[in-house]
């Protein structure tokens, strides 16, 4: 069964670190780009970070850029992200992604979504 | 940086065609794709690259592309169908991807 699972989160303070995972099985995990989206309570979707195969080509949304790090793990199958200093407004449900393959990758969407991840940033 | 622009609402009686738009410049130059988020719940795909269907979406699910607008077509809409629903494209100029505000889909 194609799976994303997510893990790592939780209640932090604003300033503090938190490392998210997601652990895919039943796909060849290591030919897909992959991505984070995140979903503040009673939000819509915004795409936080996405990561291409061999980790050549990595984007962030401007909001979390220098403060966030997205990262792959071919090997074991797994996706990462490292959000420093994190604030308030980080407050969101964040989703792993399975994005597409291929010269055309983005013709996909994403087409596999993990449960997700609630990640609340409060004093 | 690219936008896309979604009604916030539609309402539909069951049995009838629902269609949601997705306002964007020169959208139809881009491949759109849509997703289906119940209340708790992660999002499924259920339309990409403009009007393909991946596999165990219904056939009542469509899209088109052209122009400056993207369309998501649900032909005769059932309850199950009520959920929000958000396109998205790939803006290859920023690398972003770029989602719409969502549009909360009722069926009356």
């Known amino acids: 069964e194609v799976q994303l699972v997510e893990s790592g989160g939780g209640l932090v303070q604003p300033g503090e670190s938190l490392r998210l995972s997601c652990a895919a099985t039943?796909?060849?995990?290591?030919?897909?780009?992959m991505a984070w989206v995140r979903q503040a309570p009673g939000k819509g979707l915004e795409w936080v970070a996405s990561?291409?195969?061999?980790?050549?080509?990595?984007y962030y949304v401007d909001s979390v850029k220098g403060r966030f790090t997205i990262s792959r793990d071919n090997a074991g199958a797994s996706l990462y992200l490292q959000m420093n200093n994190l604030r308030a407004e980080d407050t969101a449900v964040y989703y792993c992604?399975?994005?597409?393959?291929?010269?055309?990758?983005?013709?996909?969407?994403?087409?596999?979504w993990g449960q997700g991840t609630t990640v609340t940033v409060s004093s | 940086s690219y936008v896309l622009a979604q009604p916030p609402s539609v309402s539909v009686a069951p049995g009838k065609t629902a269609k949601i738009t997705c306002g964007g410049d020169?959208?139809?130059?881009?491949?759109a794709h849509w997703y289906q988020q119940k209340p708790g719940q992660a999002p499924v795909l259920v339309v990409h690259?403009?009007?393909d269907r991946p596999s165990g979406i219904p056939e009542r699910f469509s899209g088109s592309n052209s122009g400056n607008t993207a369309t998501l077509t649900i032909s005769r809409v059932e309850a199950g169908d009520e959920a929000d629903y958000y396109c998205?494209?790939?803006?290859?100029?920023?690398?972003?991807?770029?989602f719409g505000g969502g549009t909360k889909l009722t069926a009356l």
């Open positions: 992604a399975r994005c597409g393959r291929g010269g055309v990758w983005y013709y996909y969407g994403m087409s596999v």
């Open positions: 039943g796909f060849p995990f290591y030919t897909y780009w």
């Open positions: 990561i291409n195969q061999d980790r050549s080509e990595i």
């Open positions: 020169n959208i139809g130059s881009k491949s």
């Open positions: 690259n403009d009007n």
């Open positions: 998205q494209v790939w803006d290859s100029r920023s690398h972003h991807w770029v």
